[in-house]
């Protein structure tokens, strides 16, 4: 990620040093790590993950979440893997993540819902928007 931030002059090679230092230092996403420290948009991290591997890439700011697909996955899985189901059809489920990476999120989603998913990606602060908007509503 740091490489293909660079080559898009989003971030230098110090920027990505410093976000490495600090991931040793404290964890954490090296993506989140960008953001934390003021080096790249969430959005730029959204974009380089959906040019590199091919997700597409959904801003949530006004996409319509239906709660009963979002409760298709529980609140607490939500909230740990960063993700929120945002449309069933069938036994497809599409989630939004920030990090579609994360095969494990993916199947453990698989797993609850007993569906296919298919990842989007989303910033991390529209996913906890999303989040707060769905599962507040109970």
Known sequence: LGELLIERKIITPEHLQKALDYQKVNG?????????????????????LTAQYGFPYLPLNNYEIDTEVANSVPAGVARQYCLIPIDKIGNNLTVAMSNPLNTQAIEDVEMISKCVVQAFVSTTSDIRRAIERCYSKK
Request: glycine letters at 14%; charged letters at 25%.
């Open 28 to 48: 954490g996403l090296i993506g989140e790590i960008f953001v934390q420290l003021g080096f790249a948009k969430e959005e730029d991290i959204a974009q380089v």
